[in-house]
């Protein structure tokens, strides 16, 4: 029983993914994927920590929806360092899943993982993130 709760939930996070996938075109649309890029990124690493690695997996999935439909944006604008940061983030959410992939899942290879996806995703925020007077994070002005 357990292992089809778990079967429908990827199935259904993997369908969730697809339908939604929507190629990001505007700086609205990259604040919406990144900030879901960013729970899910929470999400993961905290499963990871738990040892839920069903958790982690589905996370992993949103996380590389939310990157993925950003690609477009930086492809689209000519940013190469934006296009390296999304090929960057998606190697190691790739790493990540591999080795929770794994026949024994490697929770220090995943969160290892998860933190080289966290250096490549500072490498485009600090280029083109910024805080607000409200003190969330928006796009830098000027930079597209």
């Keep these: 029983m357990r292992r089809y709760v778990w079967c429908a939930a990827v199935?259904?996070?993997?369908?969730?993914?697809?339908?939604?996938?929507q190629k990001v075109t505007t700086p609205d649309a990259l604040d919406k994927a990144m900030k879901a890029a960013g729970k899910a990124s929470g999400a993961a690493r905290t499963a990871v920590t738990s040892g839920d690695v069903a958790a982690?997996?589905?996370?992993?999935?949103?996380?590389?929806?939310?990157?993925?439909?950003s690609e477009n944006l930086w492809a689209e604008k000519k940013?190469?360092?934006g296009v390296?940061?999304?090929?960057?983030?998606?190697?190691?959410?790739?790493?990540?899943?591999?080795a929770l992939s794994a026949a024994t899942p490697d929770k220090d290879a995943?969160?290892?993982?998860?933190?080289?996806m966290a250096t490549a995703c500072g490498s485009c925020h600090m280029?083109?993130?910024?805080?607000s007077e409200e003190g969330g994070f928006v796009l830098k002005p000027g930079t597209l």
């Design 110 to 116: 995943a969160s290892a993982a998860l933190r080289g």
């Design 84 to 98: 390296k940061a999304v090929a960057d983030t998606l190697a190691r959410i790739d790493e990540a899943e591999k």
């Design 11 to 21: 199935v259904l996070a993997l369908s969730g993914a697809v339908l939604g996938a």
């Design 127 to 131: 280029v083109y993130r910024a805080t």
């Design 56 to 69: 982690a997996k589905t996370q992993l999935v949103t996380l590389r929806q939310a990157i993925k439909d």
């Design 79 to 81: 940013k190469a360092d």
